[in-house]
């Protein structure tokens, strides 16, 4: 199966760019949560995909977001 990355992000953060090679992940940044997908098929390896989120102006407290790995081969990836 596909392994799919799900990043939301918090309140006070705004997704701001993919890095030029996603490495070999598709992402989908069209909203919140942000969505990055990794072939099935893909040979095992390690794969990086590197991406900012911007602190907004108006942002208060702390802020936060979360990755939850789902799918691929293996059944517990690391998320670092």
Excluded at 22 to 40: Q, V
């Amino acid at each position: 199966a596909p392994l799919v990355l799900t990043d939301t992000l918090g309140a006070g953060l705004t997704f701001g760019a993919v890095a030029a090679n996603p490495g070999g992940f598709t992402p989908d940044t069209a909203g919140n949560p942000l969505t990055f997908t990794l072939p099935s098929g893909t040979v095992p390896g390690t794969y990086l995909v590197t991406y900012t989120a911007v602190v907004d102006a108006d942002a208060t407290g702390s802020v936060g977001n979360s990755v939850v790995p789902t799918g691929g081969g293996d059944p517990d990836p690391e998320c670092p």
